[in-house]
């Protein structure tokens, strides 16, 4: 059974810093493009960052570029989101995937329970 489980998540002021991890398990996760992506109340899950399976290839949502970070430890079977700079508009459930391709629509395999990100002006 495949499971992914966030960590992480917090209540944070406006301009703080927070870094999500993602553990995998009952997958090959080495093979499996990873991804992160966010639902805000009342609106639709959009895509954040994600990452090609060995880590040789990033893709972000321009409203997070230069301020998140994604990377994985194959080793680990993790996947991180670091998170600087934090605004208000962050604020969301933020929920990790798991693809065979690394994609920026919400077309994956697999995904977490998500883990709640707070940010206060």
């Known amino acids: 059974q495949v499971q992914l489980v966030e960590s992480g998540g917090g209540s944070v002021q406006a301009g703080a810093s927070l870094r999500l991890s993602c553990v995998g398990s009952?997958?090959?996760?080495?093979?499996?493009?990873m991804g992160w992506f966010r639902q805000a109340p009342g609106k639709e899950r959009e895509f954040v960052a994600a990452i090609s399976y060995n880590g040789g290839s990033t893709n972000y949502a321009s409203a997070v570029k230069g301020r998140f970070a994604i990377s994985r430890d194959n080793a680990k079977n993790m996947v991180y989101l670091q998170m600087n700079s934090l605004k208000p508009e962050d604020t969301a459930v933020y929920y990790c995937?798991?693809?065979?391709?690394?994609?920026?629509?919400?077309?994956?395999?697999?995904w977490g329970q998500g883990t709640q990100v707070t940010v206060s002006s």
């Open positions: 995937a798991a693809n065979m391709g690394l994609v920026v629509t919400p077309d994956y395999n697999y």
């Open positions: 009952g997958l090959a996760f080495r093979r499996y493009a």
